[in-house]
């Protein structure tokens, strides 16, 4: 089992940057891969994914992100990071963090952080 908690989210200006943590109770090295996810406020919105690393630090990013975020992750602090930025508007969305276990096709999601990207 492992639990999720993010931190971080926060309102910010157009142009700015903020840093997303997500602390793993449990061991997250070696079988896990972690995500970000966000889902904008409002009805009818879905959660779509932000950004993936593999276990072994390969990332992966949607294309709205790519060149703005970036994700990395401390297997010895069990922590996911989320670095965004040059934020718009449309970023804003609760984000949630996501580690699947690859071996026994197992999600854990943390309960989000809000960003909210605003003048």
């Known amino acids: 089992q492992v639990q999720l908690v993010e931190s971080g989210g926060g309102l910010v200006q157009p142009g700015g940057s903020l840093r997303l943590s997500c602390a793993a109770s449990?061991?997250?090295?070696?079988?896990?891969?972690m995500s970000w996810y966000r889902q904008a406020p409002g009805p009818g919105q879905e959660r779509e994914l932000v950004a993936v690393i593999t276990s072994v630090g390969i990332p992966n990013y949607a294309d709205s992100v790519k060149g703005r975020f970036t994700i990395s992750r401390d297997n010895a602090k069990n922590t996911v990071y989320l670095q965004m930025n040059s934020l718009k508007p449309e970023d804003t969305a609760v984000y949630y963090c996501?580690?699947?276990?690859?071996?026994?096709?197992?999600?854990?999601w943390g309960k989000g952080t809000l960003v909210t990207v605003s003048s």
């Open positions: 449990g061991r997250i090295s070696s079988i896990y891969r």
């Open positions: 996501k580690a699947r276990n690859v071996v026994y096709d197992v999600d854990y």
